[in-house]
């Protein structure tokens, strides 16, 4: 069964800085890979997916992810973080039959201004 | 054009009853696929429906069901409530399979 592993529940960081959020999978084929934000209170948006092709994906807000398939991780990445970018983020990877999500634990990321 | 729409959005009921959520997908998605998220056990997968068919159950008990319609619209219900059920319901749509799903403001039910 596919499963997702994100190591840090909470991250803090200085607006402006960069940001780096961890996400690590596992499943036996190729995965589809996703990221997926969450306020206070809300549903979930898509930052953005991985299907196949080009590793280095690009999304919504700025935010980018690499895939790096030896490493089994779909890394999330800003290169400047801006205090509206607080929030939770989720990863999650679709496999088993059917559009089922696995989600990971989620990271909670704080902005210091 | 109009996101997924999900109601209600607050909703409070005494143990041992039940609860009706709705779910209106994005025009032209056929697939609706539900989660809980609670604190403890984050978003976990309920079930998924296209074109009117479950196409796949997580590992919940049979307390909690769903259903699509002909429009695509999908219903779950949750009988027997239990203080446990407490949680934020997210319903997803998706066009076609691995697209990625968009996701509804979700329900926030509370069990008392």
């Known amino acids: 069964a596919q499963s997702v592993t994100q190591p840090d529940i909470h991250i803090t960081v200085s607006e402006g800085a960069s940001l780096e959020l961890r996400c690590n999978y596992s499943?036996?084929?190729?995965?589809?890979l996703f990221w997926y934000v969450q306020s206070p209170g809300q549903g979930l948006q898509l930052l953005l997916k991985y299907f196949s092709g080009d590793t280095l994906v690009q999304g919504i807000k700025g935010f980018e992810a690499e895939f790096k398939r030896s490493q089994s991780s779909f890394n999330l990445r800003k290169p400047s973080v801006h205090w509206s970018d607080a929030a939770e983020y989720f990863c999650?990877?679709?496999?088993?039959?059917?559009?089922?999500?696995?989600f990971g634990t989620g990271t909670q990321l704080k902005v210091e201004l | 054009k109009a996101g997924v729409t999900q109601t209600p959005r607050y909703l409070i009921k005494t143990r041992g009853q039940q609860v009706t959520l709705s779910c209106s997908p994005i025009s032209g998605h056929r697939s609706v696929s539900w989660y809980q998220q609670t604190p403890g056990q984050g978003l976990q997968f309920l079930f998924e429906y296209f074109s009117e068919t479950q196409r796949n159950k997580g590992n919940f008990p049979g307390r909690f069901s769903g259903r699509q319609f002909s429009n695509s619209r999908s219903e779950m219900n949750v009988s027997t409530l239990e203080l446990g059920d407490s949680a934020l319901y997210l319903c997803?749509?998706?066009?076609?399979?691995?697209?990625?799903?968009?996701f509804g403001s979700g329900t926030r039910l509370t069990v008392v």
């Open positions: 997803a749509s998706s066009s076609q399979v691995n697209y990625g799903y968009t």
């Open positions: 999650a990877v679709v496999g088993g039959g059917g559009n089922k999500l696995t």
């Open positions: 499943y036996g084929a190729t995965p589809y």
